[in-house]
């Protein structure tokens, strides 16, 4: 069977452990995801981030959204999406996994996984560290 196709190439790592991928600004140092693609790349050399953070902020997705960009199921199903804080490096907008909205809490753990968010599509997320998605 073949693996779930990434919603964009590029985005994290292909290891056992998957990381995200972010772009470091070689005058600043600053950190930002998704990596820059194009032209803009030239400034940025390639970083992978931590696979852990802090939620920084969150709410519930309760209505399908534009397409596009949207592109997943037409029957849509409500999802959390929130702000999670790599230390020391970015602030990443995520869907969240294994949870419901009142589980949730400022500067609680949070860990990256990849789940499938439409059939054969693939995104990253993050998830209550411990929990299973």
């Known amino acids: 069977m073949t693996a779930p196709a990434p919603v964009a190439d590029g985005l994290w790592t292909d290891e056992a452990e998957p990381r995200l991928i972010g772009g470091q600004n070689r005058d600043t140092g600053a950190i930002v995801f998704p990596m820059p693609q194009g032209d803009a790349a030239q400034q940025f050399d390639a970083v992978p981030l931590s696979r852990t953070g802090t939620l920084w902020s969150w709410t519930s997705q309760d209505f399908r959204p534009k397409s596009p960009p949207y592109a997943g199921p037409e029957a849509f199903t409500p999802f959390l999406v929130g702000y999670v804080e790599l ?8 869907r969240i996994e294994g949870a419901q909205l009142s589980d949730l809490s400022l500067s609680m753990a949070m860990e990256l996984v990849l789940t499938e968010f439409a059939p054969g599509r693939t995104t990253f997320a993050f998830q209550p560290a411990g929990a299973r998605a």
């Open 87 to 94: 230390p020391g490096q970015v602030i990443v907008e995520t």
